[in-house]
């Protein structure tokens, strides 16, 4: 007898239970529910907005129950397992009666990435740069047999569920909010790429945020590997609790620094022959080789993926170009870390910075130096007064509108010159996500540059 698909062996291992999907967002939320009816599982649906809101989402579902509003404990009648949605808090009424209760509470990689036996599974974690690497490693494992990313990158592990079971490799984007309590989940290779501050406003400190990473590698068995940067001071010191460490770095033998190179397996490939423009993700890449070689994959063509990857939208990319000045993309960078590495590969007096967004109280002092280089600084958003505060650039233009903050940095900008969008803010003060923000970013961006070298035409 074959094996039982994803979707059988989940029935099977569920019978009898009925689940609540706690957060009905745009991701995980809809595709759990998707992935329940495949599986023949009941569902009920729990969301803080109003029910007549997330009707649209409804469409062809057919959940038992549907709460919308205040979240609570009458959520939980007739249900004996709860799947969160990793953007709502532990600390929610729902999750917190639940786990009174006794019930399990699962995240969907938790829950689903030990059923697969086929795919080798890679987990990718960090503060900044998961998405690239994530995607760097589908291409590079893509040329070896058939190879998934899913998970934080905006395609849910539910929704991929199908693909990650005829899968040769599975690439995951795990963030803090999926580690939070796992009950069992691991990967055949675990990554870290860095640890700086971030979600202040769900985590404690520093501290809890870093242990919360950690518990990536809770679960890892005796044949599994940890994937450690070893020029992260939060990191190069730390053990998984079985399994063996693979440290990547500059000086690992990844990277030739005298040539600029990266270096595997006795091939070369300098860094000035990639397609991805940026220093920033050299880490990422050597992250990616570290990975490559451990699943002994040839280096030949490890390397040619490296270099034809183009990199992924909203991160450090080029979007526009006139009169001399280049409009760079980096709208997904919402930590400070992220900024810095932005504004360290632009040219320092020729470049304008926007920054901002929903407030997350991020400590942006460390960037004073670097932005007191800048030709200009624009702040916009909930979070502008106290960046421009924080940054000492009382001639920094702050002003509410994200439009209007990228006419003014357009206004500023020399020639030649770069506008650079790396907010070190989320985007939703004022859109619903960062592709959003990125995509309006270079049509405003583009209009005002237009106007300055034509002035006849309104920006």
């Known amino acids: 007898m074959g094996k039982l698909d994803i979707f ?160 040769d490799f599975a690439v995951a984007e795990v963030s803090s909010f999926m580690l939070e309590r796992t009950r069992r989940l691991r990967f055949d290779a675990s990554v870290i790429l860095n640890i700086a501050e971030d979600h202040v406003d769900r985590y404690a400190d520093l501290e809890e945020y870093r242990q919360t990473k950690l518990r990536i590698l809770r679960h890892c068995r005796d044949t599994d590997v940890f994937v450690r940067n070893a020029d992260d001071p939060r990191l190069r010191d730390v053990v998984p609790p079985a399994g063996r460490v693979r440290d990547f770095g500059l000086d690992t033998g990844l990277f030739d ?15 000035a022959h990639c397609r991805l423009r940026g ?12 990975v490559a070689d451990e699943l002994g994959l040839d280096p030949g063509p490890v390397l040619e993926a490296v270099r034809t990857f ?64 800048l030709a200009g600084v624009v702040c916009y958003g909930e979070a502008g007064e106290r960046i421009r505060g924080q940054l000492g650039r009382r001639d920094a233009p702050c002003v509410f509108d994200f439009r209007e903050a990228v006419r003014l940095a357009c206004a500023l900008v020399p020639s030649p010159g770069v506008v650079l969008l790396s907010p070190g803010c989320t985007s939703w003060d004022q859109f619903e996500s960062y592709e959003v923000r990125g995509r309006v970013f270079a049509e405003e961006a583009s209009l005002a540059l237009t106007g300055r070298a034509n002035p006849g035409v309104a920006p």
């Open 279 to 290: 220093r920033q993700f050299i880490p990422d890449v050597l992250a990616a080789l570290a």
């Open 8 to 167: 059988s062996q989940v029935k099977s291992a569920f019978a009898g239970d009925t689940f609540l999907i706690v957060g009905f967002g745009r991701f995980t939320g809809p595709a759990a529910a998707r992935f329940f009816e495949r599986c023949g599982l009941p569902y009920a649906i729990s969301d803080c907005r109003p029910v007549d809101e997330l009707a649209p989402q409804l469409d062809g579902l057919h959940p038992i129950r549907v709460h919308g509003g205040p979240q609570g404990a009458s959520h939980l009648e007739g249900v004996t397992a709860v799947l969160l949605s990793p953007g709502v808090p532990r600390a929610s009424a729902t999750v917190r009666a639940a786990e009174a209760a006794g019930l399990p509470v699962w995240g969907d990689l938790d829950l689903l990435l030990p059923f697969l036996s086929r795919p080798r599974l890679v987990g990718v974690s960090g503060t900044d740069g998961k998405t690239s690497t994530v995607t760097l490693l589908q291409a590079i494992c893509g040329r070896f047999g058939s190879a998934v990313a899913c998970g934080n990158n905006g395609f849910p592990v539910m929704e991929a569920a199908a693909d990650l079971d005829r899968a």
């Open 310 to 373: 183009p990199g992924v939208a909203h991160r450090f990319q080029t979007v526009g170009e006139a009169g001399g000045v280049r409009l760079v993309d980096d709208s997904k960078a919402t930590s400070v870390q992220a900024v810095a590495a932005a504004v360290a590969s632009c040219p320092a007096p020729g470049t304008v910075v926007i920054l901002g967004g929903r407030e997350k109280f991020l400590d942006f002092t460390p960037l004073r130096e670097a932005a007191a280089r």
């Open 257 to 271: 620094r005298n040539e600029d190179a990266y270096v595997l397996g006795g091939h070369r490939l300098p860094v």
